[in-house]
């Protein structure tokens, strides 16, 4: 019963895990983003920095695979790097380096619509956001 209750426990909301869609790799949705732009997706991974701006905040985190409850895994098995906008102020104090995040969210954009990206990204606009 306990497999079945941790399992089933999630740290998206249920509105946000229904409308996602299912997982795929992360070179599939950055290199064809146009076809996933606007898309739902809940991903997770490591934070690597937190920039504040005037009107939001970005957080660069290496993408890991989710577990059990959506809880990022090891970035050995990383395979590219998120960057999560978020509409207001998030605390570098509190996410910090190497802390792990889930986040469900849409799709607006990727390294691929760049010319010369620093690496592979998937650039998220976060609905929910959780910190482990």
């Excluded at 426990?9 to 869609?21: F, G, P, R, Y």
């Amino acid at each position: 019963m306990l497999i079945f209750w941790v399992w089933g426990c999630t740290v998206v909301s249920q509105e946000v895990k229904d409308e996602a869609l299912p997982p795929l790799p992360l070179p599939v949705l950055i290199s064809d983003v146009e076809k996933y732009l606007g898309d739902t997706v809940v991903v997770g991974g490591h934070v690597v920095a937190v920039e504040n701006k005037a009107d939001h905040s970005e957080i660069v985190a290496v993408q890991s695979p989710l577990g059990v409850g959506q809880r990022p895994g090891t970035k050995d098995l990383s395979e590219g790097r998120l960057v999560i906008i978020y509409n207001g102020f998030i605390d570098p104090e509190v996410y910090t380096k190497d802390r792990k995040i889930t986040v469900g969210g849409k799709i607006v954009g990727s390294s691929a619509q760049e010319e010369k990206p620093p690496f592979p990204f998937l650039k998220i606009e976060v609905r929910d956001l959780h910190l482990w």
